[in-house]
């Protein structure tokens, strides 16, 4: 048996009063998901751990088995990985948001539409004015990027910026957790006002404003962490002899790394609502020819729920249901069986978000988030659609962090 995880990234959400009282899965059309939840057996994951921050990288790592008590490190280490920085034992690693600021209010988390190219050359440039023998910032993807600390301390207080759009942003600063990080976060507080005042009159910003753009003034640094120790997949699960990640997010590409899954790259996957729903299809079904194992991750959803557009998030709920999944069941059962296989084998899909975005709230919360499980022969249970409350009558009731992947690679 071959397995696919299909993670719509925040895609989950709270009931809208605009949508008669419905969250957006239960009013967007989506007639594939539904086929997994009639075909398959359904239920609800708890995928945050208590007493942890419902940030991706704590549940994405948890859907993929991880306990978070003995590998969470924070965001920096994985987006590391992933763009191939390789951390020394006392290199604290850090996400760094390009972020936009409007006076003592943060505007944004993500600069409205900061392109990479744009993001690299701000980066280089805060690496030439700012980096030293013990600071260095690194390219990633779009307002994603990194910061390195030698001999920095991770015991600090760091907000994620797509927890505050529109509130003050001062008071939320780095601090420190512990005194013998107090240096660690002076450094980090100096880096921000430094990274504001080289970056106001870069002229990339001045031209984004005269283009009525957001610019990307500040700097923003959190989620910070050494590396985590993360058994690969391989040695977890023996039917996983080959596996592969496919994303357009860094953070992603860091988990699958450690995790020891292949990396694949899509043109066109831009990690936003414009992304290549197909091209990923097509990535995931050809992936599948050779590998046991695919993770297929879409952070559309998420980012729309970050701006606060229902439209915008139905969209992508409607594009992930008909431009990627759609294409997947096709290609795995052409005949319309109702029975999937890839390269002679039968192919187990699974699908789920990893934590709601509601729109009314704008950034991430931790409550359970509905989860469908279709492996061909399967008896399926009573649901009959792919939502948050359908999922409450489905018959794996609510599992925790790695019940599930336990309990699908067991399928």
Not at 53 to 59: F, K, L, T, Y
Not at 63 to 72: A, E, F, K, N, P
Not at 140 to 153: D, E, K, M, S
Not at 378 to 397: L, S
């Amino acid at each position: 048996m071959k397995h696919l995880i299909i993670l719509g990234d925040g895609m989950a959400d709270w009931p809208c009063d605009e949508l008669g009282g419905k969250t957006l899965l239960q009013h967007a059309h989506t007639p594939h998901f539904d086929w997994l939840a009639r075909h398959g057996r359904n239920g609800l994951l708890k995928t945050v751990p208590d007493g942890f921050h419902p940030g991706s990288e704590v549940a994405n790592s948890s859907i993929l088995g991880y306990d978070q008590h003995l590998v969470y490190e924070g965001r920096g280490p994985l987006e590391a990985a992933s763009i191939g920085v390789e951390l020394a034992p006392d290199d604290l690693a850090m996400r760094c948001n390009l972020v936009s600021l409007d006076g003592s209010l943060l505007k944004n988390h993500s600069c409205g539409r900061l392109e990479t190219g744009e993001g690299d050359v701000l980066i280089r440039y805060l690496q030439e004015h700012l980096g030293n023998e013990r600071v260095h910032f690194y390219t990633g993807v779009q307002y994603r990027h990194l910061l390195v600390i030698r001999g920095g301390c991770k015991n600090l207080q760091c907000t994620p910026p797509h927890d505050i759009p529109g509130k003050p942003w001062r008071e939320h600063l780095p601090k420190a957790a512990t005194p013998d990080a107090r240096d660690t976060a002076t450094l980090l507080r100096h880096l921000v006002q430094e990274s504001q005042r080289l970056l106001a009159t870069h002229p990339l910003n001045l031209g984004r404003v005269a283009a009525g753009q957001d610019p990307a003034n500040s700097i923003w640094p959190w989620g910070g962490g050494y590396r985590p120790m993360m058994t690969p997949l391989t040695r977890t699960y023996p039917q996983i002899r080959r596996g592969a990640v496919i994303t357009a997010v860094d953070l992603i590409r860091g988990i699958g790394r450690y995790a020891g899954l292949r990396v694949v790259d899509v043109p066109g996957a831009t990690g936003l609502w414009d992304t290549n729903y197909e091209g990923k299809a097509r990535a995931a079904v050809d992936a599948l020819q050779t590998d046991d194992f695919v993770y297929l991750h879409v952070e559309a959803s998420d980012e729309a729920g970050h701006d606060g557009s229902i439209p915008l998030k139905l969209d992508t709920i409607r594009s992930l249901d008909s431009r990627l999944l759609a294409p997947i069941l096709a290609a795995l059962d052409p005949q319309g069986t109702g029975q999937l296989q890839a390269a002679g084998e039968p192919v187990a899909i699974a699908l789920l978000p990893d934590h709601p975005t509601p729109c009314h709230l704008r950034t991430h919360t931790g409550e359970p988030v509905p989860f469908a499980i279709y492996a061909p022969g399967m008896e399926p249970d009573q649901v009959t659609a792919f939502d948050e409350e359908a999922a409450r009558q489905g018959a794996y009731g609510l599992l925790q962090g790695e019940e599930f992947i336990r309990t699908f690679m067991g399928v």
